[in-house]
């Protein structure tokens, strides 16, 4: 296949990249570049040159396929070099994204222009690397310290409209993109060239700049933004060259580092979640119309989730005064939302216009997905399947939102069993990115199809998981906590233990969080199996429950809490209450707690993987990383207990 072919439109060459399905910069593109740059320029009949990319966008960045590999000649910096030096002008006409690498090259050519829908970045530092070919040394010439600092060491892109303003691209075009940019290329040549960026002055900031900056980029346990900013402050006070050189040692130093290895490994795992290999030529039934059954917290987010990828939403609840109070749960998501800048009131009401309440579940004859948010109780969620088997379509998808019961029992008896699955949302819903999915045996393949369709729709990581008590990522919090507890009656105090794990990188430790969503929660799912005649041994939660600790909504939990404070404080009472179960009180060094803690966090997930609950050590690693606060740079309990 031919990667790049050139055309003529008069004293202008149109240089075409097609690589898909991103236009990967790999080897072959790279060569193939620097090779036309030499060749266009040996052409008197060449004055200018438009880059143009086939498919859906302009260069996406570097080849992944070359992820932790040796570089191969010609190195992108060359590339960019080369395509900079060129004789006849080049321009970049971008459409898609230009991420990376890709605006890298952008920035080699003389000018970039864009369509609207375009966006341009340099994301590098959420896989724990700087841009490696002048993304700190050009941006600045190109746009601007301040910019350049947001750019590279925030990591987002920018849409058409605000690179413009930034300076990072030279003019938005509409129509035809090649059009547009070889009639650009055709009127540049008739204006005075720009400098090159390379060559472009740069003005030293204030060392009181810097200190803010860093400030604004450090981030817990991640080096690469801090890094990225010094090799921007570098670029400012040295030479190009020097600059250069710095960046790429940075650069290859930082692709070395076990936190590239980690942002890589979940880098690669959420690109093969959403479309898993099994469901390849499997279409997915059509959602439109979308029933949510319970307008408590879940079901509201839930429902403004979909609501927000345009789906219509009937929220169905026991009684009138039920369905107001879900109608209003679900308002003010909205209105949370037009309050961050992220909503207008217009968009607001187009939003609650396509919402509506009832009491019938007969109005949801023509629901594409139904989705249950009820009470985690047997008994009240078959209730609520068999009153959807008796009025919903035979083709329409059933869904249950349980987090530990089993799918199986709760659509028994329901007619056409091949609609039915389990889509676990995490609270809140609108937020959360993690949707396990969770088919039945009789689960046919479009619907397991349909679960991923949605969550690709919602902007969620699907994880699909088999059948057990709280699937998968439920099933290690459960054996995570449980290990804590052991420290605890080993003697390590419970405010080590939670230390030791914020410092491993979690927002907080396993008796805090508990504190936070209540330990009610998870004591009365022991007790419903101890009713069912489950042997279920007594833990220190329980404990702590029975004796009316239930956490920061009673004022005490793990920890104490004074009235209107969230401040955790250690509890004489449950010293008192767990003495009885704790050995003499001993010190252990806290990378020490973090390590037993994800050890038996990946022991549980090695015996899921042996079961057959998930498909792959990745999944498990994307459910405790999306899910359960894992930090992104460990790569997950399965990455970071790998010997």
Known sequence: ??????????????VTLDNPPVNAISEAVRKGLYDLAERLDEDPEVRAVVLVCAGRTFLAGADVREFGQPPVEPHLPDVVDRIEAAEKPWVAAIHGAALGGGFEIAMG???????????????????????????????????????AVELVTSGKPLAAAKALDAGLIDAVVSGDLETAAVEFARASLAAEMPLPVSKRPLQPMPDDFWQAARKAAARAGHKAPLRALDSIRFATETSFAAAMAHERETFLDLRASDEAAALRHVFFAERAAPKPAALKGIDPRPVKLVGVIGGGTMGAGIAGACREAGMEIILIERDAEAVARGLDNVAKIFDGAVKRGKLTEKGRAERMAGVRGSTDYADLAQADLVIEAVFEEIGVKRAVFAELGRVCRPDAVLATNTSYLDPRAIAEGLPNPERFIGLHFFSPAHIMKLLEIVPTPETAPEVLATGFALARALNKMPVQAGICEGFIGNRILKRYRAEAEVLVTQGVAISEIDAAMRGYGFRMGPFEAQDLGGLDIAFLQREGARAEGQHVPETLGDILVRAGRKGQKTGGGWYDYAEGDRAALPSPQVAELLAARIVDARELPRPEIAAHLVAAMAAEGAAILEEGIAQRPEDIDLVEVHGYGFPRWKGGPMFASRG
């Not at 296949?1 to 149109?14: C, P, Q, S």
């Not at 970039?112 to 002048?134: D, F, H, K, N, Q």
């Open 1 to 14: 296949m031919t990667l790049l072919t050139v055309r003529r439109d008069g004293e202008i060459a149109v």
């Open 109 to 147: 050519c003389r000018f970039r222009v864009a369509v609207e829908s375009a966006r341009v970045g340099l994301p590098e530092v959420t896989l724990g690397v700087i841009p490696g070919a002048s993304g700190t040394v050009r941006t600045p010439r190109l746009a601007g310290v301040e910019a």
